[in-house]
């Protein structure tokens, strides 16, 4: 018998303990014996609930319990979910979360915490949903090639947004709006459309793809909040749509870069048609090329499957995997404003300047939109306030993929 504790009773918890109880039978089968939920830490009472009898209040009741040996901390934010874990794994128990803030802040930390007594800090659950993602970046991709770059959709709020705009042409607003009402976005949705929750899962890809965590408040971070239909409309006519992409990558000298911007995204790269809640995940190895993770990035169920696997992966014998990086130093962090790439750039017509810079354009409306030629950040941003001095209003721009 493998017993463990479930922290936090919420969505993705008692999503958790239900899958356990659902599927027993596949895993005793693969794990060899039971396992079971012995405790649920909570600040609630559930007096409704089938598990209402392994509800505790009481965090000592599993942290002095030998019998437990591994625990799903499914809390959120950083207090007391550092605090708990980190007493977890000082004494002798596996944690698995789902928890991405606490990996992103602390997972350098923990890592080495859980190195150090011999047991598995695992979160597979932290990026992507369900989506297996983690440990195939790690062990099948990570094992065998150099990973290159990583782009992903990896907010479902924000995606299902984009999505209604382009689709049904309706305002930011107005989409938000109906995302909260379908409960896909918070009451509170700032962490989501302003990128937040992208720029902690990219953070977290890229620790486990190049060995490195780059602090969340150097990855460049930008949301939807400020895109508008038209900028969707014009986007699709010139061949390409808008998503909210997160990037990481090496560069030759061995610096790591990560971003999170609203991007143009070419119909013919696989992300391009990643629609709805749905996350995907596009990873560029050296010798495998590129290699597209898709599914639900978000849900009870989805998360719960992917806390559940990191569960059933340690129980199996012990088989765990052993993650570890190092906090990125400051002269390992790669200054993306260096780079030439191609911009979407729309403004009046009347303010376009007669040399813009273009691949392709467009007209429509009395607005000009183009995709430029490669400039770099500084050229952009004179392209910019060149337009601006000619008729007052500030030209959009976005970043193509």
């Not at 011999?118 to 440990?135: D, H, K, M, Q």
């Not at 809640?277 to 499957?305: C, H, I, Q, W």
């Amino acid at each position: 018998m493998i017993n463990i504790a479930v922290l936090g009773f919420g969505v993705v918890g008692s999503g958790t303990v239900k899958l356990l109880h659902d599927n027993a039978g596949s895993i005793r089968r693969r794990c060899g014996e039971d396992v079971r939920v012995k405790k649920i830490l909570d600040l609630r009472d559930f007096p409704d609930s089938p598990y209402a009898s392994l509800i505790t209040h009481d965090f000592s009741e599993i942290v002095n319990d030998p019998s437990i040996s591994v625990a799903a901390e499914m809390i959120g934010g950083i207090r007391p979910a550092f605090d708990f874990t980190l007493a977890l794994l000082r004494a002798g128990k596996s944690v698995v979360t789902s928890n991405k803030e606490l990996v992103a802040e602390h997972g350098t930390e923990l890592l080495a915490e859980a190195e150090k007594h011999g047991v598995f800090y695992c979160f597979e659950a932290s990026v992507g949903g369900g989506i297996p993602v983690i440990r195939p970046l790690k062990e099948d991709l990570g094992g065998t090639n150099a990973i290159e770059r990583i782009d992903g959709i990896l907010n479902g709020t924000t995606n299902y947004i984009l999505t209604e705009m382009k689709e049904k042409g309706i305002s930011f607003d107005t989409a938000l709006r109906q995302a909260q009402q379908n409960g896909y976005a918070e009451a509170d949705p700032r962490a989501d459309v302003e990128g937040l929750d992208a720029c902690r899962k990219i953070a977290i890809l890229g620790a486990v793809a190049f060995g490195r965590m780059l602090p969340v408040d150097r990855i460049p971070t930008e949301g939807i909040t400020a895109l508008r239909a038209a900028d969707e409309a014009m986007a699709g006519r010139l061949g390409f749509t808008v998503k909210l992409i997160a990037t990481a990558r090496r560069t030759g000298e061995g610096k790591i870069a990560a971003s999170v911007r609203p991007r143009l995204v070419p119909r013919d790269n696989p992300l391009s048609s990643v629609s709805g809640v749905f996350n995907g995940v596009l990873v560029k190895g050296n010798y495998v090329g590129d290699v597209m993770f898709y599914g639900r990035g978000a849900g009870a169920e989805p998360t719960a499957s992917a806390v559940a696997s990191d569960i059933v992966n340690i129980a199996e014998k012990g088989k765990g995997n052993r993650f570890s990086w190092t906090d990125a130093g400051e002269d390992e962090i790669f200054d993306e404003s260096t780079l030439s790439r191609r911009y979407y750039l729309a403004c009046p017509a009347a303010a376009a300047p007669a040399s813009l810079p273009a691949e392709r354009s467009l007209t429509e409306n009395g607005t000009v939109a183009a995709i430029t030629l490669p400039l770099k950040e500084n050229e952009i941003l004179a392209l910019k306030q060149e337009i601006r001095s000619r008729c007052g209003e500030e030209c959009r721009v976005l970043e193509v993929l």
